[in-house]
């Protein structure tokens, strides 16, 4: 091994919250180097995730609008056929051209790029096993551990990323599956059963609750939600618990138990896709070595400075705790540097919002009607629906509402939710109201541009307090 070398600021993990760190610390004057073992930065997000995953959406979208939604608007067209190998490459160029940017911004904030697997040697020293042959290791002031999360595995059905696939799968069948079960009908199981659904594959999705869209989506918006994606052609089983499954036979079968409502049945499928959620990844980093403490689930735990019980070594993003998002991971890195550097950092954790890239989007950020009412707190509704929206109606796009909800007595934002087109924009602007305290009258009495999906947004707040104009 060469000699270690000490830097002001080390980086385990090149993900959302590994780079945006390493290119923060770089601009504030660290001496920073960045280990990252997948041969490209980026980590999950740009590589196996949120991008590639809308590359996939936005095009199969395209495809399937083409299919069936041009005869309204006055366009006639041909044969219409999937060249499913161009639709990954254009996937692929949009990973690859996003990753070497961010090479880029490395070298030009100053950030040593080591590409290998990290190892803690001790608490100052992470030995690399390079990826192309041989060792290093690097000495680190400080270091930050941002090695991020992987899919949870189902008991008993071995991923092959083939039959069995986990998203990274789902982002690169070579073929349109005939049949494709989803276990678990969150955010993954939804995105990537949109994609495959729309490309020509029947897609069941198989969940465990009696509400699709995973933690936190408001029940009514997620009612909507299915209803609309029902109509799309996904077949649904909710409150219905995957037991087990069978991969000896041609299609795979698998054994589904009555959770709640749900019945017992067996079902089958040319491609099964587990999204049961995601787990923190440390694994081979040394922690145990180290006595760095992970919580009962994996997580490593943390204050509210980012550090661990060894206060020189931070941690951020998936492996840590808060939802697996990467603009949550990147907020995270900002702070984590700020604080390192300056001594202080903020992230409003009640303040972040999650987006589900279906067609319509879901979007939202703050409490949801079944969080205020768990916490007996007393909220008001207002509400406006796309049908009655100009832009959307010009747009023939029509499906999905916006829900807000305020203070009954100080008026103030509680949480914005929004099953509507361009829902993941619109809610940006609920976000900076949110951050900004700002009540529904506030909003309401903002000028919007006429005519624009985000005068629902604005209407939906004058309904809270007041009513709406044009519904
Ligand atoms: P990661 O991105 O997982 O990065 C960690 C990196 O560390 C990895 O590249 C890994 O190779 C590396 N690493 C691990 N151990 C070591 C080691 N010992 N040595 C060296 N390197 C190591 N979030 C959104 O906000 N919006 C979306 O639209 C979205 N879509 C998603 C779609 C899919 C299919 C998936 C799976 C996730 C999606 N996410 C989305 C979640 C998002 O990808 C994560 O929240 C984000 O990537 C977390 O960033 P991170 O840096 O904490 O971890
Ligand atoms: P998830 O936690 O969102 O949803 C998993 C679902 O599986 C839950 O609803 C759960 O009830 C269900 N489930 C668990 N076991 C089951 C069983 N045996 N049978 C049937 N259902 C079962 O997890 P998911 O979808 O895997 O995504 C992981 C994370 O990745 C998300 O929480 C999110 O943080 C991130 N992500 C974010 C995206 C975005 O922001 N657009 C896109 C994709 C992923």
Same mark, same amino acid.
């Not at 205020?372 to 909220?379: A, E, P, S, T, V």
């Given at each position: 091994a060469s000699q270690a070398e000490e830097k002001d600021l080390v980086i385990i993990g090149g993900g959302v919250a590994g780079y945006v760190a390493a290119i923060k610390a770089g601009q504030e004057g660290m001496k920073v180097a960045c280990i990252e073992k997948r041969g490209a930065l980026g980590g999950t997000c740009l590589n196996v995730g949120c991008i590639p995953s809308k590359?996939?959406?936005?095009?199969?979208? %395209?495809?399937?609008? !083409? =299919?069936?939604?041009t005869k309204p608007r006055g366009i006639e067209v041909g044969d219409v056929k999937l060249n499913l190998a161009q639709l990954m490459k254009a996937k692929d160029t949009s990973v690859t051209g996003l990753t070497k940017g961010i090479e880029f911004l490395f070298k030009k904030n100053g950030v040593e790029y080591i590409k290998g697997?990290?190892?803690?040697?001790?608490?100052?020293?992470?030995?690399? @096993? =390079?990826?192309?042959?041989?060792?290093?290791?690097?000495?680190? #002031?400080n270091i930050i551990i941002a090695t991020g999360s992987e899919a949870t595995p189902f008991p008993g059905l071995e991923i092959d990323e083939k039959r069995v696939i986990t998203s990274t799968g789902a982002l690169s069948l070579q073929k349109v599956p005939e049949?494709?079960?989803?276990?678990?009908?969150?955010? %993954? &199981?939804?995105?990537?059963?949109?994609v495959w659904s729309r490309l020509g594959? #029947?897609?069941?999705?198989? @969940?465990?609750?009696?509400? !699709?869209?995973?933690?936190?989506?408001?029940?009514?918006i997620s009612k909507m939600s299915q209803k609309i994606l029902k109509k799309q052609g996904i077949n649904f089983k909710l409150g219905t618990k995957v037991v087990s499954g069978d991969t000896s036979g041609d299609k795979i079968k698998l054994q589904l138990d009555a959770a709640k409502g749900g019945k017992e049945e067996t079902i089958d499928a040319d491609v099964v896709l587990v999204a049961? &959620?995601?787990?923190?990844?440390?694994?081979?980093?040394? =922690?145990?070595?180290?006595?760095v403490d992970v919580d009962e689930r994996g997580r490593v735990v943390i204050d509210s400075e980012y550090r661990t019980n060894k206060p020189h070594i931070r941690c951020i993003g998936d492996v840590t705790f808060g939802p697996m998002l990467a603009h949550k991971a990147e907020e995270e890195a900002v702070a984590a540097i700020e604080y390192l550097k300056k001594g202080y950092g903020h992230v409003n954790y009640a303040a972040i919002p999650s987006v589900m890239y279906t067609h319509p989007e879901v979007a939202w950020v703050g409490q949801s009607e079944q969080?205020? #009412? #768990?916490?007996?707190?007393?909220?008001?509704?207002?509400?406006f629906p796309f049908s009655a929206n100009s832009r959307a109606k010009t747009n023939l796009d029509t499906e999905g509402m916006v829900k807000?909800?305020?203070?009954?007595?100080?008026?103030? =934002?509680?949480?914005?939710?929004?099953?509507?087109?361009?829902a993941g924009e619109m809610i940006a602007e609920a976000t900076l109201a949110l951050e900004y305290g700002a009540s529904s009258e506030d909003i309401a009495r903002t000028c919007h541009a006429h005519p624009t999906l985000a005068e629902a947004f604005k209407e939906a707040a004058m309904a809270t307090y007041a009513k709406a104009i044009h519904y």
């Open positions: 590359s996939l959406l936005n095009n199969s979208h %395209i495809y399937h609008q !083409i =299919l069936h939604d697997t990290g190892t803690f040697a001790d608490e100052h020293t992470v030995n690399v @096993e =390079l990826n192309d042959g041989g060792e290093t290791s690097v000495v680190g #002031k049949s494709m079960v989803v276990i678990g009908g969150g955010i %993954i &199981g939804l995105e990537m059963g949109s594959a #029947k897609v069941t999705v198989v @969940e465990f609750l009696d509400q !699709i869209g995973g933690p936190g989506m408001d029940t009514e049961i &959620g995601r787990r923190p990844y440390t694994a081979g980093l040394g =922690l145990d070595k180290i006595g969080d205020l #009412k #768990k916490d007996n707190i007393k909220y008001r509704v207002g509400t807000m909800l305020a203070d009954p007595e100080t008026d103030r =934002l509680l949480g914005v939710h929004i099953v509507g087109p361009n």
